[in-house]
């Protein structure tokens, strides 16, 4: 229980060309202080601590840029309020890029 | 909370489709995707029994996803085709190496014949050689306008009746805009086709036409299959990507917009009286072309005679240098008696 109040741990996983802008990591383990999280607050942390190139190919004003798909424990977030969903510890987010290849 | 599939199937749904607003479960989505799939084939008479079909595949998400569906498809319904994996190699070193593996995956995982043909065997060039020479701008000129001609060719090779490509509802909205933006009236026309042909050439269709990119995606990752999906290495079509980021603008606020550009394309007439480029074959290599000789032996000439920006530099120029190839090439026939070559037109190639 100690884990509740010290915050919630989270996965990040990246996939479809999104990882290239995390350090080419698709998977990261993640502990955010507090309990209080939507995506939204999540996305500006990920921008801010774990994003390493190219902001502007991951966000677009306070969302994701469109293109980039969000899973929440395989559910697609636009079923889940997108970025006013609550995250809960343990949940696995999943973002992945439409945008690369072809 | 979860929200239940709107099929009334007792699951809960993992995707809102962009098409109808439905919320879907796995097994649904699946069913809905391919059916549509399917009734695409049908209703387009892409397919008759008996085709040999290559698939364009490049190892990107679309045509991986293409390949993996017309396999299900054609033991489900009984089409009778045979399927073939068909793939380019730019010589693109870090890019096209790398996304060829992922098709020989596919070839072992779906269990078709794969053949790869190089921009080097055709060309006598590698995008990477072609680059050193043009710089960085402009090359998805050159490389669209030689991958075109060599599906052709490997098709032709493989004895195909069709050729199907991976492109998706999104791409053809895009192409949509792109030629509305270029006032190319020509492609405007024959972009939406499902099917193109000439006399000559080989089939060409699109089975993935009404399929949103974000189902495509999802659906590549709810089956878990294998694509490439890293950035091609040189500079990015820069207009391309400008008409794909105010399309996925548009599909945010409303997402039928991308099957409404569709259906505008589809519906447009030009009026009479407008005059539209003829198809025939290019008097160098036999291939269809607009023109008497076609884009890519023009940019191919250039390439060899050291003036790599001639396929895309200003029309003047370009006559210029036709004239000295056809002169080059009839010297002996008709002693540079015969008659001046066409304007050549200076836009890109799509589709």
Redesign the interface.
Known sequence: MSIESNGISVIIELGGGAELLFDKRKKHSVNLPGNDWTIQKLLFWMKDNLLKERPELFMQDDTVRPGILVLVNDTDWELLGEGNYKINSGDTIMFISTLHGG | M??PCSRQCGK?????RPKTGH?LCKECFFYAFESEIHNTITQGKLFKPGDKVAIGA??????TVLAYVLKTLNERYQYGIDLFLLSIDEGITGYRDD?LKTVQQNKDDYGLPLKILSYKELYGWTMDEIVAEIGKKNNCTFCGVFRRQALDRGAAFLGVDCIAT?HNAD?IAETVLMNILRGDIARLQRCTSIITAGADCIRRCKPLKYAY??E???YA??KQLV?????CVFAPNAYRGHA??YL??L??IRPSSILDIIHSGETLQVKEGIKLPERRNCSRCGFVSSQEICKACIMLEGLNRGLPKLGIGKSTKVKRALESIAKDKCNDKCNGKCKDNERIEEKDLEF
């Not at chain 2, 694509?227 to 950035?231: G, H, K």
């Open positions: 979860p929200i809960k749904a993992i995707l809102k919320a490049s190892g990107g998400k679309d045509s996304s991976g791409d990119e974000k495509i995606v999802m990752y709810f694509y490439f999906s890293t950035e794909r980021t996925k603008d599909e945010r």
